[in-house]
């Protein structure tokens, strides 16, 4: 009976948290054909968004690369390179592109970059004498255009194989966003098991 009971609570619990997310989500415009994929690779993924993870929730896409390092990293949409962080740990070589639209879309654990970026960030470390910087070029100093290869996929920082780690944020607010709201969805063939069931605030602080 009371198996039967908890059941019933956790179902109605579900359903409770499934509606909210879906009405804060429909509450909300996100273009769902202004973006391009990352990467010319059939969409997989190694790691969603939302994700549990040891002490924080997954905030991005981990797009797979087949393992392999090199694979060439493709701008989304028109923008410019606002923001280059390079870091022992954590996304080790990472990209920020702010876009027209209000979202900027982020990339970590890369292998390398174009020339131009490679030549700003190897300027920065000597001027810092550090290998770990964090800089934002000018505004409209490195503009790229939508499907632009500006860098090269890779297993920088705290990663434990190659792959992409893909973010589209809020420019003002620098909350993340699911990036599959913008139509880059992964086809998904695998039906859901539920194994367990947790709640988090929806309305938290942005990772």
Not at 10 to 25: D, E, H
Not at 67 to 73: L, T
Request: proline share 8%.
């Amino acid at each position: 009976m009371i198996k039967k009971a908890l059941t019933i609570l956790l179902l109605c619990l579900a359903y409770y948290t499934t509606s909210t997310a879906q009405a804060i989500i429909q509450s909300k415009f996100y273009p769902t054909d202004a973006f391009r994929y990352p990467l010319n690779l059939p969409p997989s993924t190694a790691g969603s968004f939302g994700e549990l993870r040891p002490n924080h929730f997954h905030s991005g896409l981990d797009f797979k690369t087949n393992q392999r390092v090199g694979y060439p990293i493709y701008a989304i949409m028109d923008g410019y390179v606002s923001r280059l962080r390079i870091q022992y740990g954590g996304f080790g070589r990472a990209v920020y592109i702010t876009h027209p639209n209000g979202y900027t879309s982020v990339y970590g654990h890369l292998d390398r970059f174009s020339p131009e970026i490679e030549k700003a960030v190897r300027e920065c470390q000597e001027q810092d004498q550090s290998y770990e910087v964090d800089f934002a070029p000018l505004a409209g100093q490195m503009p790229v255009t939508k499907g632009q290869q500006f860098s090269w996929a890779g297993n920088a920082g705290a990663s434990a194989g190659p792959h992409l780690h893909f973010e589209i944020r809020d420019t003002q607010t620098q909350e993340t966003i699911n990036p599959q709201l913008f139509g880059l969805t992964i086809p998904d063939q695998v039906p859901p098991v539920i194994s367990s069931i947790a709640t988090y605030h929806l309305n938290g602080a942005p990772f």
